[in-house]
């Protein structure tokens, strides 16, 4: 089973999920999690448990804070993840958002020291196996610098891309590399 991991403000039906879904069907789930970075990763941990309990394969693939969200995961389950444009250091990024707007359903909501401290407390220091990590980054991402993510993950298969957008621009090109990455 492949967990599809939104980024911030977003949700499993965001444009990018969306994409991903329609082409990996019945393999992919795309969970819309809490903005509470804590109740977001406990809501994907009993997920992997749940399938790693009938002897599934899990594989992850994180956008942004997901991908924050999914360097954590896989190093504490040993599973494959692929990155979309990390956000390596989430809870300095966050640090200057405040009152944050969710793309799908409009609702506000605050980013407050908590989520913060919690996002910090989950940091990943030293990855367990970065050959488990495809790392997708393009240049011109508005949001993040994509040299944070080659730094941390240099061993890592790291695709990068002039160009581009915080988005990632045209991601269903990787599809296919992304299924033989995780076979």
């Known amino acids: 089973m492949i967990i599809y991991i939104h980024g911030f403000a977003s949700s499993g039906l965001g444009d990018k999920a969306a994409l991903f879904k329609e082409y990996f069907d019945e393999e992919l789930i795309s969970p819309s999690l809490s903005y509470v970075p804590s109740l977001a990763i406990n809501t994907l941990e009993q ?24 360097i954590y995961l896989a ?30 359903d409009y609702s506000s909501f605050e980013v407050i020291k908590e989520h913060l401290t919690y996002l910090k407390s989950i940091e990943v220091k030293e990855i367990n196996e970065q050959s488990n990590f495809m790392v997708l980054l393009q240049e011109d991402d508005e949001v993040l610098d994509f040299n944070d993510a080659v730094e941390k993950l240099p061993d890592s298969e790291l695709i990068i891309e002039q160009g581009g957008s915080h988005s990632f621009d045209e991601v269903e090109r990787y599809f296919r590399k992304i299924t033989l990455f995780f076979r």
Request: hydrophobic content about 35%; overall charge negative.
């Open 47 to 70: 997920l992997i448990e749940s399938y790693l309990s009938l002897e599934q394969e899990v594989y992850l693939v994180g956008s942004s804070l997901g991908g924050y969200y999914a």
């Open 75 to 104: 190093n504490k389950y040993n599973l494959k993840a692929v990155l979309i444009n990390p956000a390596v250091h989430a809870y300095e990024t966050l640090d200057k958002i405040g009152t944050a707007t969710n793309y799908y």
